[in-house]
């Protein structure tokens, strides 16, 4: 009867972890994709700077999380977020209005599905 215990004890601790991972990459992916709006909106009003600010600020923010993200995430999918940083800044220091859009919207995509495979969903799990 003990040995069913420990067994229950560490499947609702597995199932505590790993909603804790999800709440915690859901708050950082909207952090970012948040940062990432913003920038946006700033670009088309013609403040590159301020484009460029929020944009680096949210690589950063990605980044101080790189560590725990490649230990729980698929390195591939975290890797594809890597460039499309590297992308979407260099398109700021071009002032590439049009490819910037499509790379920022691009990368505010990738974040949000990489939120999303995380969750419990039925397609998720199967």
């Known amino acids: 009867m003990r040995k069913g215990w420990i067994a229950v004890?560490?499947?609702a601790a597995l199932i505590?972890?790993?909603c804790c991972h999800v709440v915690a990459l859901g708050g950082l992916t909207e952090?970012?994709?948040g940062l990432l709006t913003q920038a946006e909106a700033r670009a088309e009003?013609?403040?590159?700077?301020?484009a460029d600010a929020l944009t680096h600020q949210a690589a950063r923010r990605w980044e101080e999380k790189r560590f725990?993200?490649?230990t729980t995430l698929d390195h591939t999918a975290t890797d594809e977020v890597d460039l499309?940083?590297?992308e979407t800044l260099e398109l700021i220091q071009c002032q590439e209005a049009g490819e910037y859009s499509a790379a920022?919207?691009?990368?505010?995509?990738q974040l949000r599905l990489?939120?999303?495979m995380e969750l419990p969903l039925p397609e998720n799990l199967l």
Request: charged residues 20%.
């Open 68 to 70: 725990y993200l490649h």
């Open 31 to 33: 952090e970012v994709t």
């Open 114 to 116: 990489l939120g999303e």
């Open 104 to 109: 920022n919207a691009r990368l505010i995509r």
């Open 9 to 11: 004890a560490l499947l």
């Open 84 to 86: 499309s940083f590297s």
């Open 16 to 18: 505590g972890l790993s």
């Open 45 to 50: 009003e013609g403040d590159w700077a301020g």
